[in-house]
């Protein structure tokens, strides 16, 4: 589904990422992890082409996205969910809503409502401005955003970070539900572990820009979490 082949990509002259590669099956939850500053958000922004890839390509379902605009790759089926979540926070939540279908082949079809379906909280927000949210409902509102184009592939940027237990855990049931469904894959950046065990099927691990572990997620045992990932 999305194969990353050996790219380098930074910010200017600066090149954060060096000859990194990974895979995304269809339908698989798959988790970048890393200390910060590693570079986990600089691929998920090269992936969906915010930030230009230097050298490598990457390839979506068979096809050369490496030099499509991100609007271009949303179109193609590719939803993103960024870090700190980048809610209008000047439009209503049904107009927040309404942005994530400009990506979609569909838009006269309105927003669906399996991405509406799966937070239960917003409709009744659905009038208030983006910017009154608390964190957490900007939080599903960003991920509800995502999927009202109905993406193929879904790139999550810490969806967890700085959030309440409780909606921790809406957001895990969240990706279970995708999971099983079956038809969406994930690409998640996580940084808590016991998350990623429940959620992943595979993991990758970055530091300093390259890719230093990775494997299926039995495979993330303490050695390698020792290693890689504890401060
Ligand atoms: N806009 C930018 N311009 C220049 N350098 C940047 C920019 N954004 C990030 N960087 C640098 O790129 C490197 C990787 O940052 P990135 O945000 O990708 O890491 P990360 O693993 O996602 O970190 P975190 O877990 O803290 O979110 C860091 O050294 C960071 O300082």
Request: aromatic share 6%.
């Amino acid at each position: 589904m999305l194969s990353v082949n050996q790219i380098e990509s930074g910010y200017g002259e600066s090149t954060i990422l060096r000859q990194v590669s990974i895979e995304v099956p269809p339908g698989q939850v798959v988790c970048l992890m890393g200390r910060n500053g590693v570079g986990k958000t600089t691929l998920t922004k090269t992936i969906m082409g915010a930030i230009k890839t230097k050298n490598g390509a990457i390839h979506y379902n068979g096809q050369n996205i490496t030099k499509l605009a991100p609007y271009e790759r949303a179109k193609l089926g590719i939803g993103y969910v960024p870090q700190g979540r980048e809610i209008f926070g000047q439009l209503t939540v049904q107009e927040n809503l309404l942005l994530g279908l400009e990506a979609s082949r569909d838009r006269k079809a309105g927003v669906p409502a399996s991405a509406i379906d799966k937070f239960p909280v917003l409709p009744s927000m659905y009038n208030r401005k983006g910017g009154d949210l608390s964190g957490g409902q900007q939080q599903q509102l960003a991920f509800a955003r995502a999927l009202a184009s109905k993406p193929k592939l879904l790139l999550l940027d810490e969806p967890t970070e700085g959030i309440q237990p409780s909606i921790v855990q809406d957001i895990q049931d969240v990706i279970r539900s995708i999971k099983q469904q079956g038809d969406t894959a994930i690409l998640l950046v996580e940084q808590s572990i016991d998350f990623v065990k429940s959620v992943a099927d595979y993991y990758y691990i970055l530091e300093k820009g390259t890719v230093v572990a990775s494997g299926s997620i039995d495979t993330l045992d303490e050695q390698v979490i020792r290693q890689h990932l504890v401060v």
